[in-house]
């Protein structure tokens, strides 16, 4: 874990690995200046509390023996004043500590690719082929809004942009997969589904990294009593269920998947995919996670990156999965797995899925311990978390990779039981 005793001890090491994340070299500098600037006031401010101590017991002592005591009572005062200025001046050091050290990333695995860009990500493997349709094919949000499956604008008067209404065979087609995903998950990868809260504190959030940081892509919720916000993804409450938990090591891996609705502003995505169901401010997903020991963390990453590639291979989707170079990582992973699914209309891959191992960064966070034996001393956790998929992205890719001439679309195969039997879409 990144304490701060771990950081300064071995600080030309994380420099470097944060360094090849971004421009961290800054941030971590000022952080350990502030944190040694710390350490100095708070002995300086044990130095004026021995101080006044050793003033009490002599002012106690000389009033005793009938001495006059003015001359310590005067340095008294004044050493309880340098006492209230030296902690105005912590508090504010504090703060600053605070803010620094939640906004360091987590450090990249030693197996992540180096690089300072999209560019520099690494293709692992390919499976299946892009469709060959011998027509010009149409985009999602043109197939959808055809087909009286999808609707944007009436969307739009309900709320605003971003935003879509299903209706008829695009509501059951979003519903299908949603239960297609968690069947596979849980009968067949041995993961068990939970249903949280879709609603989350400051804490929760704070603890996945989510805040300080990124707090500007958040839902936040108006309420004077409460400081709740709308999930982002439910990695949030589902790393959130051990919090401050000492497991027992034999229950280890336990593993989580859960159905729930997203929501996130995009505040970062300045004009990027604002049309169809790409980036939503409201999105449902698949969501797995994984508390795993530290020794079979990345064993576990393989895995569920397996899971979520099944879902793929079921629906007949072309798609790569990608190693993530280091300024590609999220702020929580220190590796993770893109899996992209072909996209006709752009004649490219897009993000369906991403699979990161978290180590004990979110558990350190969180203070989710486990002990391997009784009376063992208690250790970190690793926790892992992925899409199994992006729901309304794996719509958007059946509508746009299954299409027909006669404007169409075909239902996977192993998708129709849940689909009624429906073998295509014509029409909502």
Known sequence: MLTPKYILDNFDEIRKKLESRGPFGKLIDEFREV????????????????????????????KTDGKETGGLILESKKIGE?????????????????????????????SVPVGSGPEDNVVERVNGRAPDFGFPPEAHWDIGTRLGILDFERAAKITGSRFAVYFGAGALLERALINFMLDIHTKERGFKEVI??????????????????????????????????????????????????ILDGGILPQRFVAYTPCFRSEAGSYGKDVRGLIRQHQFNKVE??????????????????????????RLELAYRVVSLCTTDLGFASAKTYDLEVWMPSRNNYMEISSCSNC??????????????????????????????????????????NYQEKDGSVVIPEALRPYMNGLEKITSA
């Open 288 to 313: 797995l996670m994984i508390f795993s020991l530290p020794e079979k963390s990345f064993d576990e990453l393989e895995k569920m990156t397996a899971a979520a590639e099944e879902v793929l291979k």
């Open 196 to 245: 949280p809260p879709f609603i989350v504190n400051e804490a929760s959030l704070t603890c996945t990294g989510n805040l300080p940081k990124f707090e500007e892509d958040l839902f936040k919720l108006e309420l004077k009593e409460y400081k709740w916000y709308l999930i982002p993804t439910a990695e949030v409450p589902l790393t959130n269920i051990y919090r401050n938990e």
């Open 35 to 62: 944190t040694l600037r710390e350490r100095e006031k708070l002995r300086e401010l044990e130095k004026l509390r021995a101080r006044k101590n050793k003033l009490s017991e002599q002012f106690i002592k000389d």
């Open 82 to 110: 340098q006492i209230d200025s030296l902690g105005k001046d912590m508090s504010a050091i504090a703060a600053l500590w605070n803010t620094l050290y939640a906004s360091i990333p987590n450090t990249p695995h030693e």
């Open 359 to 400: 180590t004990d960064f979110q558990a350190g966070r969180a203070g989710i311990r486990f002990r391997r034996e009784p009376k063992a001393k208690p250790e970190l956790v690793h926790t892992l978390n992925g899409s199994g998929l992006a729901v309304g992205r794996t719509v958007s890719a059946i509508l746009e």
